[in-house]
């Protein structure tokens, strides 16, 4: 699977957007992009996926460039509940495991 | 519906105890996911499981360590013996390999302490 870098923390402002960045420059072509999140002391929490195309769903948009090497994970409207560490996973869709990296720690901030 | 649900939730040991964590899947799962949370090594992959069969147990640390899935419903992690150095969080993890098995849903976790 593709390695992937995020930043190690970034602030957000309540009611605002929180715009989350994600490389995967070495991403192959039948690989996904995929976005959990884990609040402290629960365990991740799935967020929302994409190949090529734009995602959206009750939770956030997924934004992928057109060359796939990086994409943005955006949350609308962020909440204080919305705080936690968020993870960029790259890999191919059935394959069988989740690789975590360091993630990025989201601080929604009133 | 239910989620994949861990027990013990805390567990505090001494040092040389043997420990059993467990896990039930959700069902109609056909794969389980082992994963350690440190501060230290963040989260890692330990074992998976497809059909109840292990396909991938590279991240097991050592020999102390083992894991099995006896039927789709119920999995358990075994340290014998545990060692301070494994105190850490243990999820398990579940998914369907058919249509729609994108989502992997993870339990709430097993908080471990070796004393």
């Given at each position: 699977d593709a390695k992937t870098t995020q930043p190690t923390s970034m602030d957000c402002a309540e009611g605002r957007a929180a715009n989350l960045p994600c490389n995967?420059?070495?991403?192959?072509?039948?690989e996904y992009v995929y976005w959990y999140r884990q609040i402290h002391s629960q365990g991740p929490q799935y967020i929302i996926h994409g190949l090529k195309n734009n995602e959206t769903n009750e939770m956030a948009s997924l934004i992928i460039t057109e060359d796939r090497k990086s994409s943005t994970l955006i949350l609308p409207h962020a909440t204080l509940r919305d705080t936690a560490v968020y993870y960029c996973i790259v890999r191919?869709?059935?394959?069988?495991k989740l690789i975590f990296g360091q993630g990025t720690t989201l601080q929604v901030k009133p | 519906d239910a989620g994949v649900i861990q027990s013990p939730r805390h567990e505090v040991t001494e040092m040389g105890q043997e420990v059993t964590l467990r896990c039930k899947p959700i069902s109609g799962h056909n794969s389980l996911f082992w994963y350690r949370q440190t501060m230290m090594r963040g989260l890692e992959l330990l074992i998976y499981f497809n059909n109840n069969v292990?396909?991938?147990?590279?991240?097991?640390?050592?020999?102390?360590f083992s894991a099995k899935m006896p039927n789709a419903s119920f999995s358990t992690l075994k340290i014998q013996?545990?060692?301070?150095?494994?105190s850490a969080v243990y999820f398990c993890a579940s998914r369907t390999t058919?249509?729609?098995?994108?989502t992997i849903y993870f339990g709430e976790g097993s908080w471990l302490t070796v004393v």
């Open positions: 995967h420059s070495t991403i192959s072509g039948n191919v869709d059935l394959g069988g | 292990p396909i991938d147990d590279s991240g097991m640390p050592e020999d102390r013996p545990s060692e301070p150095r494994d058919g249509s729609g098995g994108n």
